[in-house]
């Protein structure tokens, strides 16, 4: 850690009346805390001093939902994001084999759950020969493989796609087929780099991995930007219990700046997703009658839902429970209940209106990403229909007192806390008026929800800061609730970071 001084600074309030007022202050940070916020503090040769000559200071920026690997090799993997049919997607790979037949294609980013059929593996073949594809879809929780990858990869040949579960076993076993280059440190350090200079100071991830000795090995070489808290799964659970980590741990003791790098949760998930329609709902999919499970279905029994939370509970885990569906919520709450396990909802994209009470009152967060209403708002309307007025209901939760925190699911969305906001406050990416614009939220609530509950900047905050070159908070000139939305939103996707401080050190920096 080192001491900074920031000088001629606006603070942000994320609560109306909090922070030292309009007029700029300094700001210094001492051990990795903030010690002092005033007017006029004296710069000494041992402190770094930075003018921000009346930029607008807040907390740093977290994303709470990142698959963090997946997210790092995205950008070497073919964009199928524009694929609007099978036959797109096909012809894609074909012009990729074309270009590089010596190399496998990895695809991600189609929704086949708006296309007019179902895929095949046999289609997939006739445009690939001998060179392996694999087509992650942009929920990431199905994968359209041809024979030479489903044979490389240990499965069973199919003529369909590789779903959930299966799935989910299958891209542990990728870097077989790729190699590793792609989540190398360096990668992962230009990963941190880009997220950084969005003011982003931290993160938690999800992603598949080795755990703590991997993240050890990435974090000495080099890959120690930020702030991160790595999840386990089941299937990694017992290391993290053979080596006594709870949640919010070091994850290694020993490391250089540890305390940055430590345990999150537990991650289960409890079912599908929407564009995989596997998402467990309470009534069925509007397009039924073409699914094996008409209202999708749960990927664990209740008991092993239970045992898995009654395990983390008692060793000082968190858990975080993926669950899109509102029979899901439903039942991550009860088991929730039962077992008195700590830690969040992940998505809670389709909820009842009882059951947002029910989370507020077991003090559960809602971790959310409001970048998957701007893709899902067209297919939610086809196959969830009315239900579509229940899905990403923030008001609702933040009016029960639902803790809320924002987050990407990168690669799902991009590694953008600006998008995300913007998304939460306009509800809409195109011309078309809010999407159920009753549940959006204002500017201050949605900065509130990606700072992982820090304060407003004052004396005792962490030294994790992030200097913008505008108020995101400014008042707009509209009088329309409507165009008012539009405009902050358009403000928020186009906001310019010019500082990024991580636990007092510089991370970022464009002054």
């Given at each position: 850690?080192?001491?900074?001084?920031?000088?001629?600074?606006?603070?942000?309030?994320?609560?109306?009346?909090?922070?030292?007022?309009?007029?700029?202050?300094?700001?210094?940070?001492?051990?990795?805390?903030?010690?002092?916020?005033?007017?006029?503090?004296?710069?000494?040769?041992?402190?770094?001093?930075?003018?921000?000559?009346?930029?607008?200071?807040?907390?740093?920026?977290?994303d709470a939902h990142v698959h963090l690997a997946q997210w790092t090799l995205t950008s070497?993997?073919?964009?199928?994001?524009?694929?609007?049919?099978?036959?797109?997607?096909?012809?894609?790979?074909?012009?990729?084999?074309?270009?590089?037949?010596?190399?496998?294609?990895?695809?991600?980013?189609?929704?086949?759950?708006?296309?007019?059929?179902?895929?095949?593996?046999?289609?997939?073949?006739?445009?690939?020969?001998?060179?392996?594809?694999?087509?992650?879809?942009?929920?990431?929780?199905?994968?359209?493989?041809?024979?030479?990858?489903?044979?490389?990869?240990?499965?069973?040949?199919?003529d369909s796609v590789v779903r959930e579960a299966e799935w989910f076993r299958a891209y542990?076993?990728?870097?077989?087929?790729?190699?590793?280059?792609?989540?190398?440190?360096?990668?992962?350090?230009?990963?941190?780099?880009?997220?950084?200079?969005?003011?982003?100071?931290?993160?938690?991830?999800?992603?598949?991995?080795?755990?703590?000795?991997?993240?050890?090995?990435?974090?000495?070489?080099?890959?120690?930007?930020?702030?991160?808290?790595?999840?386990?799964?089941?299937?990694?659970?017992?290391?993290?219990?053979?080596?006594?980590?709870?949640?919010?741990?070091?994850?290694?003791?020993?490391?250089?700046?540890?305390?940055?790098?430590?345990?999150?949760?537990?991650?289960?998930?409890?079912?599908?997703?929407?564009?995989?329609?596997?998402?467990?709902?309470?009534?069925?999919?509007?397009?039924?009658?073409?699914?094996?499970?008409?209202?999708?279905?749960?990927?664990?029994?209740?008991?092993?839902?239970?045992?898995?939370?009654?395990?983390?509970?008692?060793?000082?885990?968190?858990?975080?429970?993926?669950?899109?569906?509102?029979?899901?919520?439903?039942?991550?709450?009860?088991?929730?209940?039962?077992?008195?396990?700590?830690?969040?909802?992940?998505?809670?994209?389709?909820?009842?209106?009882?059951?947002?009470?029910?989370?507020?009152?077991?003090?559960?967060?809602?971790?959310?990403?409001?970048?998957?209403?701007?893709?899902?708002?067209?297919?939610?309307?086809?196959i969830w229909g009315t239900r579509s007025e229940r899905c990403f209901a923030f008001r609702?939760?933040?009016?029960?007192?639902?803790?809320?925190?924002?987050?990407?699911?990168?690669?799902?969305?991009?590694?953008?806390?600006?998008?995300?906001?913007?998304?939460?406050?306009?509800?809409?990416?195109?011309?078309?008026?809010?999407?159920?614009?009753?549940?959006?939220?204002?500017?201050?609530?949605?900065?509130?929800?990606?700072?992982?509950?820090?304060?407003?900047?004052?004396?005792?905050?962490?030294?994790?800061?992030?200097?913008?070159?505008?108020?995101?908070?400014?008042?707009?000139?509209?009088?329309?609730?409507?165009?008012?939305?539009?405009?902050?939103?358009?403000?928020?996707?186009?906001?310019?970071?010019?500082?990024?401080?991580?636990?007092?050190?510089?991370?970022?920096?464009?002054?």
């Amino acid at each position: 850690m080192s001491d900074l001084l920031l000088r001629r600074a606006r603070v942000v309030p994320l609560r109306p009346g909090d922070g030292p007022g309009p007029e700029p202050v300094d700001v210094l940070v001492r051990d990795g805390r903030v010690v002092e916020v005033s007017q006029g503090i004296a710069p000494t040769d041992a402190v770094e001093t930075v003018d921000a000559a009346g930029r607008w200071l807040v907390p740093g920026l977290w994303d709470a939902h990142v698959h963090l690997a997946q997210w790092t090799l995205t950008s070497g993997r073919l964009d199928l994001s524009r694929a609007r049919s099978p036959e797109d997607a096909t012809r894609l790979v074909a012009e990729r084999v074309a270009e590089y037949p010596d190399l496998p294609v990895i695809g991600f980013g189609h929704r086949s759950a708006g296309w007019h059929r179902e895929v095949t593996v046999s289609e997939l073949d006739a445009v690939s020969g001998d060179t392996a594809v694999v087509l992650i879809s942009g929920d990431a929780h199905h994968a359209w493989l041809n024979t030479v990858a489903l044979m490389h990869l240990a499965l069973p040949v199919r003529d369909s796609v590789v779903r959930e579960a299966e799935w989910f076993r299958a891209y542990a076993r990728l870097s077989t087929l790729v190699g590793d280059d792609g989540t190398s440190p360096e990668a992962y350090r230009r990963t941190m780099d880009a997220a950084a200079a969005s003011g982003v100071v931290g993160l938690t991830d999800f992603e598949f991995s080795g755990g703590a000795r991997e993240w050890a090995e990435r974090w000495v070489s080099g890959a120690d930007v930020l702030r991160v808290r790595m999840s386990t799964y089941a299937e990694n659970l017992d290391d993290v219990l053979r080596r006594g980590l709870a949640t919010g741990d070091p994850l290694v003791p020993q490391l250089p700046d540890a305390h940055r790098l430590t345990m999150g949760p537990l991650k289960i998930i409890s079912d599908g997703s929407l564009n995989t329609r596997t998402a467990w709902c309470c009534e069925p999919y509007g397009d039924a009658h073409r699914l094996e499970y008409p209202a999708g279905q749960a990927n664990l029994s209740g008991a092993e839902l239970r045992d898995l939370l009654r395990t983390a509970h008692a060793h000082g885990l968190e858990v975080a429970t993926h669950a899109i569906g509102d029979a899901a919520v439903a039942e991550a709450l009860a088991a929730y209940r039962e077992v008195g396990a700590r830690g969040s909802i992940e998505h809670a994209q389709m909820v009842n209106r009882a059951d947002v009470a029910e989370m507020a009152r077991l003090g559960l967060r809602a971790s959310v990403q409001p970048a998957h209403l701007l893709d899902d708002r067209d297919l939610t309307e086809a196959i969830w229909g009315t239900r579509s007025e229940r899905c990403f209901a923030f008001r609702w939760m933040l009016d029960d007192g639902v803790e809320l925190a924002l987050g990407s699911d990168a690669p799902v969305s991009p590694l953008d806390p600006w998008l995300a906001m913007a998304a939460a406050v306009h509800r809409s990416a195109d011309e078309r008026a809010a999407w159920h614009g009753e549940q959006a939220l204002t500017p201050r609530e949605v900065l509130a929800a990606s700072v992982d509950g820090a304060p407003t900047v004052g004396v005792g905050s962490l030294g994790d800061l992030v200097l913008l070159d505008a108020d995101p908070l400014a008042s707009v000139d509209a009088e329309d609730p409507a165009e008012a939305a539009a405009l902050h939103a358009a403000r928020l996707r186009s906001m310019s970071v010019a500082l990024t401080v991580v636990d007092g050190r510089v991370a970022h920096r464009d002054l």
